[in-house]
């Protein structure tokens, strides 16, 4: 049997290779680990909330749907610079993109009244609950 000794010095590039995804090794854009963003829920008694964090963009740039009980928000920016030079002109091209899907509790929510704000980098989806779906208080039943 033979015992083969680990080089110490040999650039740790082979295991992440190894054990990373292609992506994250050789993600130049800045946007590791920015594919879905951050997502909180919230549920009160009158309506669901959902607040994603998504700094650098604009409203405009958001799309938001509700189709049946799925609430999809999405977004697709380009950007582009160019440096003009005398011997060239060096341009860049990025695009940043996402599209997260919520499935909402059957007929839960009131779709007419679902409002978006975004305010420092968080996007906040409101989403009222239908009047069935709020809690009734409690009564007291008498016994005939």
Not at 13 to 35: C, I
Not at 36 to 62: I, Q, R
Not at 101 to 127: C, Q, W
């Amino acid at each position: 049997m033979n015992l083969i000794r680990y080089n110490t010095a040999f650039p740790r590039f082979f295991d992440d290779f190894v054990t990373k995804e292609l992506d994250q090794l050789f993600d130049t854009s800045g946007q590791r680990g920015r594919r879905l963003p951050a997502t909180n829920v919230k549920e009160t008694e009158d309506h669901f909330a959902l607040e994603l964090a998504v700094p650098g963009f604009e409203k405009d740039d958001f799309k938001v749907q509700l189709d049946q009980d799925v609430l999809t928000v999405s977004v697709e920016k380009e950007e582009s610079t160019e440096d003009k030079n005398d011997n060239f002109v060096k341009r860049e091209f990025r695009y940043h993109n996402f599209s997260r899907s919520f499935r909402l509790p059957e007929n839960a929510v009131d779709g007419d009244k679902v409002a978006a704000k975004y305010e420092a980098g968080i996007l906040t989806l409101t989403l009222p609950k239908r009047e069935e779906m709020k809690p009734k208080p409690a009564r007291t039943i008498e016994i005939g």
